[in-house]
């Protein structure tokens, strides 16, 4: 009898399941747009131009990897404030902000989670439905309950906001709402400016705790222009949360780089709540790695660097852009006869395309072309290599 013998098997994660099975698949014309990863229009994974600068020069004056402070590299977590809340916002300079360093956006939305589950342990999480799938998980694991709020409607291929905002508004005081900032997984259906000014009220009154992911900054409309959704919780007074990854937008997947930020009502609230994160980390982890975050500090504290960051990451969400139009266009010419233009209304790496399960399910086992069972493709894999056959295969399960 072994410690382990009543072990179960835990399920395969779904998204990353579906990698491995696309990895088995001999189909030579096969085309993975499962995961949510950028890849070049030759299929290739990019490594920005900006980072292989940083890195060079970091190579030239090569030192030595002592440990970081709790909340890692003080550049990288005043340029991670700079980015969301905006370098001469009063948030931030009036130290309002507290910012520790994270594995990933993953790692900064766990530290949020562990953290709030101390200062409220009865509350309830919402997350959107649908939502990234972790964030259940993840919220579920730090021992909290998950529900969901109302978001995408199928029928209408758009945001329910009303059904929204009728579930924000029949949430407990003290719920926490995970919301994504832009560029919402899976759905590609962001909320508008004028959506979000209906949303706020809704929270401030209800008094929930907004918990905003922020994973694609600079995929949607552009660094400012995703980010401004922040800057509208912080001017309504809220004490916010803000988790960020630059791992799509740095292309720095595996150096697990993002960052937790919350918004405290002072200066010495801001400092209390960082001793506080500072304690989760150095409970689970000690201290976050050295290389990602300290190229990310290199680039974005650099005008040169940065410039050059802002316009490859341009270059990403265009080049997404024009696939969305190139995928419409290519379904319509291979003979879908509905209107898929809707494709072009979603924002960010990933469409809902509408495509059933059974229909999902065909496209992998008869072209291997892989996306996941709710429908969801990541735009941001086509390329005009792959497109064609896409487009082709598509118009034969629909
Ligand atoms: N939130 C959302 C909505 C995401 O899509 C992702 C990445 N797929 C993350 C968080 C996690 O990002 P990271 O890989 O940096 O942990």
């Known amino acids: 009898m072994s410690l382990f013998s009543a072990v179960e098997m835990a ?7 579906l990698n491995e099975q696309f990895n088995a698949d001999p189909n030579p014309k096969k085309v993975n747009l499962g995961v949510g990863v950028y890849f ?4 290739k994974l990019p490594l ?3 980072v292989q600068a940083a890195e060079k020069a970091m190579m030239e004056k090569p030192a030595a990897r002592g440990y970081l402070p709790i909340d890692g590299i003080a550049a990288y977590d005043n340029a991670v404030k700079a980015l969301v809340f905006g370098a001469d916002s009063d948030v931030v300079k009036s130290g309002r902000v507290a910012t520790v360093q994270a594995i990933g956006g993953t790692g900064g939305l766990k530290i949020g989670a562990d953290f709030l589950k101390k ?25 909290f309950e998950v529900g969901t709020y109302t978001y995408y409607d199928a029928a209408t291929r758009s ?4 059904g929204m905002l009728a579930d924000l508004r029949a949430a407990e005081p003290g719920t926490i709402v995970v919301l994504h900032a832009c560029c919402h997984n899976p759905t590609g259906y962001d909320l508008t400016p004028e959506q ?22 600079g995929f949607g409309h552009g660094i ?24 799509k937008s740095f292309s720095l997947y595996g150096e697990r780089v993002g960052a937790l930020s919350v918004v405290a009502a002072d200066k010495d609230e801001a400092a209390r709540v960082l001793s506080q994160l500072k304690i989760v980390v150095r409970t689970n982890y000690s201290n976050p790695p050295t290389h990602g975050g300290a190229v990310v500090a290199a680039v974005l504290n650099d005008p040169a660097l940065r410039a050059q960051w802002e316009q490859e990451l341009s270059e990403m969400r265009v080049r997404i852009k024009a696939m969305r139009q190139t995928l419409v266009d290519g379904l319509k010419a291979a003979g879908v006869q ?16 509408g495509l059933t399960r059974d229909q999902m399910v065909r496209l992998r086992d008869e072209f291997g072309v892989y996306g996941t069972d709710t429908g969801r493709m990541c735009v941001a894999a086509l390329n005009s290599k792959n497109i064609d056959y896409v487009c082709a295969s598509i118009a034969k399960v629909i």
């Open 40 to 43: 070049d229009d030759n299929g």
């Open 119 to 143: 200062l409220n342990p009865q509350a309830r999480v919402l997350i959107s439905d649908p939502s990234w799938e972790n964030h259940r998980a993840l919220f579920a694991n730090a021992g």
């Open 338 to 353: 509905q209107d898929m233009s809707f494709i072009t209304q979603q924002i960010g790496m990933f469409s809902y395309s």
């Open 196 to 217: 979000w000014d209906q949303i706020i009220p809704v929270v401030q009154e209800r008094g929930l705790v907004a918990f905003l992911d922020m994973a694609y900054q």
């Open 11 to 17: 399920p395969r994660d779904p998204i990353l399941g």
């Open 48 to 50: 920005l131009q900006c």
């Open 224 to 247: 400012k222009e995703d980010g401004a959704v922040i800057g509208k919780f912080v001017a309504a007074g809220l004490n916010i949360f803000v988790s960020t990854s630059f791992s």
């Open 159 to 162: 945001v329910n906001f009303d």
